[in-house]
């Protein structure tokens, strides 16, 4: 069923039973403004939205709406970015390391084994990143969104200019080092605030995984403690991997999650 159709349906069913969309809006946790725009035929909502306005009003589900559900893709997208973001977590941990060893000159390691390490963590991150910018899209969270997207973009930047330092004598890692750490600890800090954004919703994951990202920013930003910065970020980043697991069952069921800041 399509909009404007639906919007119609709804509405005459919510009168026939006499509910105010204020009533509605109570039995369904979907706020005011998101009902008239669906009555009105504004907007086409997802399919949790759906699920969550037929529960309320008793409503069957018909044969169409299910196989548009069912066509989607977006768990795939979802456990590839779990896939992602485990990657990422052990790839980082080996290029954390290297890279703490080239700063200073002194390394063991082959440059080729270096750049593979870099290669594989922001391939890893860009597939997590992806993974929870859809997730801030099916439970709204534009903070969350902007900050993924701007740490994809910063760390895509940062991973072009290591690969010239690394194979050229064009710039050093030593030339920027200090500033790439701390444009790093300003997109954690962004993106602490977008999971603190959740602190309604998913029980108090959200505020956690928000706090740790947060604190690990600060001292990041700050680079004089980036290395305890690393000991939270670790922590924060496991915990955001878990939350992805955590929200791959739920995607599509019928409540949304509480969303406020």
Known sequence: MKQPELGRKISEIRKAKGLTQEELVEMCNLNVRTIQRIEAGEVTPRSYTIKALFEALGIQENQE??????????????????????????????????????????????????????????????????????????????????????????????????????????????????VKISSFGFCYVLMGFGFIAYKNSFSSMGMVIGGLTLVSGVFIFSWIGAVVGLIFLSLAELGQIGLLMYLIPKVGRVQTPTFSF
Not at 74 to 81: E, F, G, K, S
Not at 89 to 99: D, L, P, R, T, W
Request: glycine letters at 8%; a neutral charge; zero cysteines.
């Open 65 to 178: 709406f299910k196989e548009a559900e069912n066509g989607k893709a977006v768990p795939t997208i979802l456990y590839l970015a779990l896939a992602g973001g485990i990657l990422y977590f052990f790839a980082s941990i080996f290029e954390i390391s290297m890279e703490g060893e080239y700063v200073t000159g002194e390394y063991s390691f082959k440059k080729l084994g270096f750049m593979a390490a870099k290669s594989l963590s922001i391939l890893g991150y860009v597939v997590f990143g992806i993974g929870w910018i859809k997730v801030s899209k099916l439970f709204p969270n534009q903070l969350l969104k902007i900050s993924f997207w701007i740490m994809i973009v910063i760390s895509a930047a940062w991973y072009l200019t290591d690969m010239v330092a690394i194979n050229s004598s064009i710039i050093g890692f030593e030339d920027y080092y200090l």
